[in-house]
């Protein structure tokens, strides 16, 4: 049967990271209140504002099996803020018994309290941002939080009784080393989650430390952050490193213990069905493609007026969702299923990629076995380049 992920935005944080490019804001409490009503309305008021942009009922009706609640930094809002937010989730979708509930935390932004309660409304999976275990590293990027921070939310989280902790870090921080990276790789190892997800440090135009590094700049510790040849090999090490560990690669950027891989996140790889509730929030129904309006001023004005929040919408043709097949679904390390897309686009279109496959395969990027094809892991650093191939 199929199933659908379900994905709340909470789009505030404590203080802007420099390397982020997110549309997240720091904002007053009183903003709290009137952007979780605006959720709230949001859901209440489904299926009536998919009328006008054409959405059908159905994919409401699916049965949820998923619920991410992210950001930002969900927690900052609270729990009476957050329990609202639920509540409409409730009523409104049919959530499966067994549903991979996520919430992302910040060290530092969640007690023994939050914790217990966020246990109790049924979360059962923690995204924590830990990002380095370096507070050096952690202080040049504008965090808040510190090492033991990140130490105490997974010790109160064990205690709350999460048996599911996925753990972020990033390769390429300002003052990062070869020694200072191998640290952070056995400090998460000492605390064992259950899922590590491997980000490399991205230069990005739109955060305030990327323009910096892209223009040669020297505010926010331009300076000193490490080439690409740096990242490479600490890429390189962190995936041999939790190898070791007992951790099976299954994404580009994600290691889990075996049967903790994140349900949710797959669903964006599988192109399955997810809906997306909040300012930016972004939605997916095997055909088209939606968003939200990215500021939360405007998102919460439109639901005011009555309209529709949805900012852009896309409808995908046959030809571009099976490019999204093989650029999204070749993150995955099992890769794509070629009889798969045959039976739902027809051979005929597959046929079409043949050329770019057999070539991506002759420079040793592309290995194929049967109706499978996946990158080869010398291809992970350069995916991005073989994934340009199939975008027309």
Known sequence: METLGLYVQIPFCASKCSYCNFSTQVARASAFDAYCRAVEEEIERLP????????????LDLPVNTL?????????????????VLRAVRE?????????????????????????????????????????FNDQELRSVGRLHSAAETGELILQARRAGFANLS????????????????????????VKPEHVSV?????????????????????????????????????????????????VQYEISNF???????????????LEPYLGLGAGAHSFDG???????????????????????????????????????????????????????????GATRVARWEPTLSALAQKG?????ANQARLTEQAYLISNEVFQEFVT
């Not at 991410?68 to 609202?84: D, K, S």
């Not at 590094?213 to 510790?221: A, D």
């Not at 439109?302 to 070749?330: C, D, H, N, W, Y």
């Open 256 to 270: 889990a213990l075996p049967g903790y891989e994140s349900r949710h996140n797959q669903k964006y790889w599988k």
């Open 167 to 190: 753990l972020d870090l990033i390769a390429g921080m300002p003052y990062q080393t070869g020694t200072s990276w191998r640290e952070n790789l056995c400090a998460t190892a000492e």
């Open 92 to 132: 409104r979708f049919r959530l499966n018994a067994v549903l991979e509930f996520t919430l992302e935390v910040t060290p530092g932004s969640a007690d023994a309290d939050f914790l217990a309660w966020a246990r109790a409304a049924e979360v059962n999976r923690l995204s924590i941002g830990a990002q380095s």
């Open 287 to 345: 055909e088209c493609r939606w968003a939200n309006e990215t500021s939360p001023e405007a998102y919460a004005q439109k639901l005011a007026r009555g309209e529709t929040p949805i900012a852009e919408m896309r409808m995908l043709s046959p030809e571009e969702q099976l490019e999204e097949f093989f650029f999204v679904g070749l993150r995955q390390s099992a890769g794509v299923n070629l009889g798969l897309a045959r039976r739902r686009w």
């Open 365 to 369: 990027w592309l290995e194929r076995r």
């Open 68 to 84: 991410y609640v992210g950001g930002g930094t969900p927690t900052i809002v609270g729990r009476e803020r957050l329990a609202r």
């Open 199 to 247: 980000y490399l440090f991205e230069v990005d135009e739109k955060s305030r430390l990327g323009s910096e590094v892209l223009h040669h700049g020297t505010g926010y510790h331009a300076g000193a952050v490490p080439d690409e040849s740096f990242m490479a090999e600490a890429y390189e090490t962190a995936r041999a490193f939790l190898r070791k560990e007992g951790y």
């Open 48 to 59: 009536e504002l998919y009328t006008a942009p054409g959405i059908g009922q159905g994919l």
